[in-house]
């Protein structure tokens, strides 16, 4: 029989969830507990459709999600069936399946800087957000009772992050296993100095984000870097590495959009790095840093999602939604024993957070102007992805190789020959155009670079594309 899979799920259209999300998030659940299988075929989005009462469109829509996050493939003329490339989890009692810092000095005579990655300050709500740090300030009887808050942050503050992770990140976390912290950096660095000590290894992205290694190897711990592929980071280099060392503590990713090369870690990747996580007790930090602007269906769910996953940190931030001056970060992790040490390292140096901003952003989530803004924020930036990608075509795409991102604020361009970034970098800076050097990605050599586009006007994009073009193009002879 093609199709021996019987539905058993309603749709609760009272529920806040889309009505596609919900049918997708229900198949997944299916494929993961082993009642879909690798290989078994989905109803077709007719029946389906008419199985539950709702226009095919919605189904049609589901199924994409499912194809996009690679739980799915489609067959021409067959039908959609379970992907044969999802592993087994093995996991204790189952059996189922950055707030980006810029990283260098802008000086004066740089008129066009491609930054981090960085969100455009035009757009930030910072006139709702100053109303709303004025009137939480100005409330006397509040804040004669504020002294000395608790060292993770405001508990209604937290509640709110929590509720957000879970419904929009499909992660199952309550306030009392987050902090909140001064910006994803600052939760880096509680993160490595409670996790490790002098002997441990991180696994680390090559290319990867400098300012967390620099965090791990403060501690006196030493970096294992893995190279990244298309598919992201080479897990069986990873599972290698495992083997071999026994004092590896923890991996750090960034598995949404891998910074810098904007790529998604594969799901039969992701699967396989908790599958590892679990058998050699490592801590996974997940660094999510621009999960907001995405372009497609959703974002892909984060590893901190599974509820297969031991053990795990989880850094996000607010910087990029709210305004990017915004020092506003928070983690989350069901290890209390971790969260006590980084609690108690935070009020060694930093008593507690901002607790009248904390209250204010609180306050715009709750009227809804923070889900306004990023609705607005996301049709702005993926205007002008579009924009930039179209430039891109129009002027590299003989000279480099680049691909269209489902979210962020950068592309990463790749030359086609290898060139001498000391000579492409001074050339653009004569022309009053700064990137970032590569070498700010690795201790190695690498050939490519990320372009930022988030906090740039389309007449400095053009401008500084067609230069790019002409200095890579020279050069590349």
């Known amino acids: 029989m093609l199709r021996p899979w019987k539905l058993e799920f309603e749709i609760d259209k009272k529920l806040d969830k889309a009505v596609y999300l919900q049918i997708a998030d229900t198949i997944i659940t299916d494929i993961r507990s082993g009642r879909l299988k690798a290989g078994d075929a989905l109803p077709g989005s007719r029946n389906m459709a008419t199985m539950l009462k709702i226009n095919r469109n919605t189904v049609v829509e589901a199924y994409q999600v499912l194809l996009n996050e690679e739980w799915v493939i489609s067959k021409e003329r067959k039908g959609i069936f379970v992907s044969e490339k999802i592993p087994v989890l093995h996991s204790k009692g189952m ?15 740089m008129i066009i800087n491609f930054d981090d990655g960085h969100p455009d300050s035009k757009i930030a709500p910072v006139t709702e957000l100053a109303r709303a740090y004025r009137q939480i300030f100005g409330i006397k009887a509040k804040w004669q009772m504020m002294g000395y808050g ?51 290894c991180v696994i680390v992205e090559d290319p990867g984000y400098q300012p967390a290694w620099q965090a791990f190897e403060y501690t006196g711990a030493t970096l294992l870097p893995v190279s990244v592929d298309e598919e992201g980071i080479d897990v069986q280099s990873v599972e290698n590495l495992l083997i071999h060392h026994k004092n590896i503590k923890a991996i750090y990713i960034t598995p949404h959009r891998q910074y810098p090369t904007t790529v998604t870690l594969s799901l039969s990747r992701r699967l396989k790095l908790i599958e590892l996580s679990n058998q050699y007790n490592i801590t996974i930090i997940e660094d999510d840093y621009d999960n907001e602007f995405h372009f497609g269906y959703r974002p892909i769910l984060p590893l901190s999602s599974f509820p297969e996953l031991n053990n795990y940190v989880y850094i996000g931030t607010l910087s990029k939604v709210v305004a990017p001056a915004l020092r506003i ?18 009020k060694i140096i930093d008593v507690h957070g901002d607790v009248i901003m904390e209250q204010a952003v609180l306050q715009l989530i709750k009227e809804g102007a923070v889900k306004k803004h990023i609705r607005k924020a996301t049709v702005h930036y993926k205007n002008k992805r579009d924009f930039v990608y179209n430039l891109l075509t129009k002027h590299l795409k003989n000279v480099a190789n680049f691909t269209l991102p489902e979210g962020g604020l950068a592309f990463w361009i790749v030359p ?4 001498d970034w000391d000579l492409v970098t001074q050339l653009l800076s004569e022309k009053n155009i700064r990137i970032i050097h590569p070498k700010q990605y690795s201790r190695n050599s690498v050939n490519g670079f990320r372009l930022s586009y988030g906090s740039l006007g389309e007449e400095q994009l053009e401008q500084s594309i067609k230069v790019l073009s002409e200095i890579l193009t020279k050069l590349s002879k």
């Open 329 to 346: 970060g928070y983690l989350a992790t069901k290890n209390q024993d971790l969260l006590k040490k980084i609690g108690d390292l935070r």
């Open 95 to 109: 059996n189922r399946t950055s707030d980006a810092p810029n990283m260098q000095v802008i000086t004066d005579r």
């Open 416 to 419: 086609k020959t290898a060139l």
């Open 150 to 200: 608790d060292e993770h942050g405001d508990i209604e503050f937290r509640k709110t992050i929590s509720q957000m992770l879970n419904h929009q990140r499909g992660m199952q976390i309550n306030e009392s296993e987050i902090s909140i912290t001064r910006g994803s950096q600052m939760g880096m660095f509680l993160t490595a100095q409670s996790l490790l000590t002098s002997g441990d």
